[in-house]
């Protein structure tokens, strides 16, 4: 269980985290600084590609990230609803999770190690293009360089700000999808892929409204839970036992002189 000062200052790293995002947003160029998370977010959505397939019994032959922030997983086998909506869920599941181990005080130090560690693996096995290869390398080396020897506050700090951006920039993608598959339904997206994988049957505004809806209902869950460990936190107080007096003791209070 999470103690009263963790999660009040989780709540802090969390807060100023939003707060920088909100404030890069009036910046100009500031998108130059989330750049690398633009891409480190499209790096979760093909990596959960990848391991729907293995999970389906599938096998993964590359991945590759583009410089527009897209990115594509070439697989086969598996099964194709799991594989195509494990994309952006995964994006949403890993910022929604990311956000609930930060909790923790001591959780940054865990998080960034196996993030980083996953992320160079992901890379020396299915890197697929040079820029895939250098931002897996750059960016897992990066975070496991910054738990073994960053300052415990700045390293939480870095993390709450990346599960805040993947969560953000997993709802842009979402609707990047939405109006890709309402406006321009030629376009190669995951929602396409499943309509061609039933026959032109499902539509891919259905799995576009599907993805958001389960998407904010992850987000959610995931509100709701820190909400009530953080009020519970707060509201929670040590119970002082009542003195009492045993019977053989009023013989001893009555005695006494004052």
Not at 48 to 66: E, K, Q, Y
Not at 99 to 105: N, S, V
Not at 214 to 223: D, F, H, K, N, P
Request: glycine share 8%; charged share 10%; net charge positive.
């Amino acid at each position: 269980m999470q103690s009263t000062h963790d999660v009040k200052e989780s709540f802090r790293f969390l807060v100023w985290a939003s707060l920088a995002t909100l404030i890069l947003w009036f910046i100009p160029y500031a998108g130059f600084v989330t750049f690398p998370i633009r891409l480190f977010v499209t790096f979760v959505h093909e990596a959960g590609h990848a391991f729907a397939t293995l999970l389906s019994f599938g096998s993964v032959n590359r991945i590759a990230v583009f410089w527009d922030g897209s990115g594509v997983t070439e697989t086969m086998g598996g099964t194709r609803l799991l594989i195509s909506s494990a994309g952006y869920l995964s994006t949403t599941l890993y910022g929604s999770v990311l956000l609930l181990l930060l909790r923790r005080k001591n959780s940054a130090k865990a998080v960034a190690l196996l993030t980083g560690g996953l992320l160079v693996a992901i890379t020396i096995v299915w890197g697929g293009n040079w820029l895939a290869w250098v931002i897996g390398l750059l960016l897992g080396s990066g975070l496991i360089a910054l738990a073994l020897k960053g300052k415990p506050k700045v390293l939480h700090f870095i993390m709450s700000f990346l599960a805040v951006q993947c969560i953000l920039n997993a709802f842009y993608d979402l609707l990047t999808l939405m109006y890709l598959s309402a406006f321009q339904s030629g376009a190669a997206t995951d929602a396409k892929n499943m309509e061609i994988s039933t026959g032109g049957f499902i539509p891919a505004t259905f799995w576009a409204l599907g993805w958001s809806i389960i998407s904010v209902l992850m987000l959610g869950t995931t509100l709701m839970v820190y909400y009530r460990s953080l009020k519970s936190n707060s509201n929670s107080a040590v119970a002082m036992p009542t003195p009492m007096l045993l019977p053989e003791d009023f013989g001893k209070v009555a005695d006494r002189k004052f």
